[in-house]
């Protein structure tokens, strides 16, 4: 599972896996194993992994695993607030857009 996170966020990130060895002096084929599941790594290593992101390294109760992920997932953003919020332009103009059969204009 981590090597599952570090490889989104690597790639999220538009970072290659020689960018990150670069930044942390490890090998690409050591990060490699890592992201794939063929490799254990060390505390110190994640912590380098992530610190190469912009990430830091979180041990969290098993059982509070599922809350946190629920607080740092991306949810989804409402595009437009749920009530109608008045506008300058409501006072400005006025809508005569029901008014277009009185306002007709008449040649003459």
């Given at each position: 599972?981590?090597?599952?996170?570090?490889?989104e966020?690597?790639?999220?990130?538009?970072?290659r896996i020689h960018?990150?060895?670069?930044?942390?002096g490890?090998?690409?084929?050591?990060?490699?194993?890592?992201?794939?599941?063929?490799?254990n790594?060390?505390?110190e290593?994640?912590?380098?992994?992530?610190?190469a992101?912009?990430?830091?390294?979180?041990?969290?109760?098993?059982?509070?695993?599922?809350?946190?992920?629920s607080m740092?997932?991306?949810?989804?953003?409402?595009?437009?607030?749920?009530?109608n919020?008045p506008?300058?332009?409501?006072?400005?103009?006025i809508d005569d857009?029901h008014?277009?059969?009185d306002?007709a204009?008449?040649?003459r």
């Open positions: 599972m981590l090597g599952k996170q570090i490889s966020a690597r790639k999220s990130r538009r970072f960018d990150i060895a670069r930044r942390t490890k090998t690409p084929a050591r990060i490699s194993e890592f992201e794939n599941g063929k490799a790594s060390t505390i290593f994640l912590d380098e992994l992530g610190s992101l912009g990430m830091t390294l979180m041990f969290v109760p098993h059982e509070k695993v599922a809350d946190v992920l740092i997932s991306p949810r989804e953003r409402q595009t437009s607030p749920a009530y919020v506008s300058v332009f409501d006072e400005v103009f857009s008014d277009d059969e306002n204009v008449v040649d």
